[in-house]
């Protein structure tokens, strides 16, 4: 009987194969950047963290070393509210200047990016350009005794709603420009198209290009809230009487001028202050990203 040949290397070609076990390699690039954010994360949670729990704190546990109240004193936001008559006025204050100034600007900027990108509208480039350029100098500074003038001459001063034109004014340079790149993300062949089959220019905006640029809207209104809200200068210039001032106004007065307050009230009036643009952002910041991401800012 003839016995087979072994082959040679046979015994390695039948050996299982042992799987190899590499260890995951680290990137370590990634694990910087997540300890970057982390860092810039804790340095704006843990400040607003202590406010917070500052606000619910009894008198007594404001001014011992802990963070953590003992027991929760919910009576600063009442006291507050009684220690600054006009507190509620002032708010509403607020709220009207910064929907007038969000709803004024936003429509605004739709309608001027739109024509900007779409119209062929003579000397556009010409404003874009001024706008832009308009947008490297502090003309909330260098403009402060014009606009006081002007406001004068209307006879807005001391009047909470004036406010809203200056504040306009003054944001509308950027709200265009990042409309204008919003609508720049649009391909013109819809555009086209739409013209084709016979859409009128306000029912191609309304109909076709505000949802496809919904994020960068979002993006404007946030921007303008946000300035709105918490614009100092003007505010304080242009309204002298505390019932018309607005909240940040109210709320730098109440910590430089009321020495009967105690730090818990300061910090309850604070966070009156803030609820607001926290929530709306809150609300609104998935769709914000992805406007910046969409090309809100492009050039």
């Not at 003839?2 to 082959?7: D, E, K, L, R, V």
């Not at 802990?66 to 509210?81: A, C, G, N, R």
């Not at 308009?134 to 001063?157: H, N, W």
């Not at 960068?216 to 200068?233: D, M, Q, R, S």
Request: charged share 10%; glycine share 6%.
């Amino acid at each position: 009987m003839a016995t087979q040949a072994a082959i040679p290397g046979s015994a390695a070609l039948t050996a299982p194969v042992r799987a190899r076990h590499t260890s995951p390699r680290i990137k370590w690039g990634s694990v910087l950047r997540h300890v970057i954010l982390a860092i810039f994360a804790l340095i704006i949670i843990l400040p607003l963290a202590w406010v917070i729990l500052l606000s619910v704190k009894s008198l007594p546990d404001a001014y011992q070393n802990e963070i953590w109240p003992k027991t929760f004193d919910w009576s600063h936001y009442v006291y507050s509210l009684q220690k600054i008559p006009t507190l509620p006025q002032n708010y509403t204050n607020s709220i009207v200047v910064t929907l007038g100034t969000v709803v004024i600007t936003t429509i605004c900027a739709v309608l001027a990016g739109y024509a900007m990108v779409f119209l062929e509208v003579p000397g556009i480039r010409i404003v874009f350009a001024l706008l832009v350029a308009s947008m490297f100098f502090p003309t909330r500074v260098t403009a402060v005794i014009a606009i006081f003038e002007t406001q004068k001459d209307l006879g807005l001063l001391n009047v909470p709603a004036g406010l809203i034109f200056p504040y306009v004014t003054l944001s509308l340079a950027l709200s265009v420009f990042v409309m204008r790149g919003m609508f720049q993300t649009v391909p013109r062949e819809i555009y086209d198209a739409a013209r084709i089959d016979g859409a009128g220019r306000v029912r191609m905006l309304l109909s076709i290009l505000l949802p496809m640029v919904k994020n960068g809207i979002v993006v404007v209104i946030i921007v303008n809230f946000v300035t709105a809200w918490g614009e100092y200068l003007l505010a304080k210039t242009l309204n002298t009487n505390q019932s018309a001032q607005t909240l940040p106004v109210v709320l730098s007065a109440a910590t430089g001028g009321m020495g009967a307050w105690v730090w818990p009230r300061l910090a309850a009036v604070y966070i009156m202050a803030i609820a607001p643009g926290l929530i709306a952002f809150g609300f609104a910041q998935r769709w914000y990203i992805k406007g910046l991401q969409e090309g809100a800012l492009k050039a």
